[in-house]
């Protein structure tokens, strides 16, 4: 059985990518750099983030600052955990992280807090747009 099209304004579908994403980041791959691999765990955080802004009825940039989508977030009266506020530090792997030489390499530890960060938005996520829907 096939699942049901969803449309890109259905937060649903933006919950489903940020679990795709965050699948890859967890994925070690032997030739895969950690950077490419907290990429995506930033990318899975700022998805669920979207998804909350949609579900909300939130326009929003396509701004991948997750300080500045948590704030947005923050201002429709969606209480924002202090835990999920954190994932603001995993912004800098949107960016710098994907090219050679911007940032410095990436530590196991730095790794592993990303994943966890991402972990714990899209927890937060999932619970706004099931709890409410």
Known sequence: MSEPHLLPDDPRVW????????IRARSEIEGVYLEDLCFDAQ???EKAIKAVLIYRGVRFLYSHDLAELLTLAEK?????????MQAAKITRYAVAARY????EPVSRQEY????LLAENVLAWAEGVVQSKA
């Open 43 to 45: 990318q899975a955080a």
């Open 15 to 22: 919950l489903k990518r940020a679990k795709s994403n965050l």
């Open 112 to 115: 592993s807090e990303a994943i």
């Open 100 to 103: 050679p030489g911007i940032i």
């Open 76 to 84: 429709t009266g969606e209480p924002i955990p202090d835990i999920v």
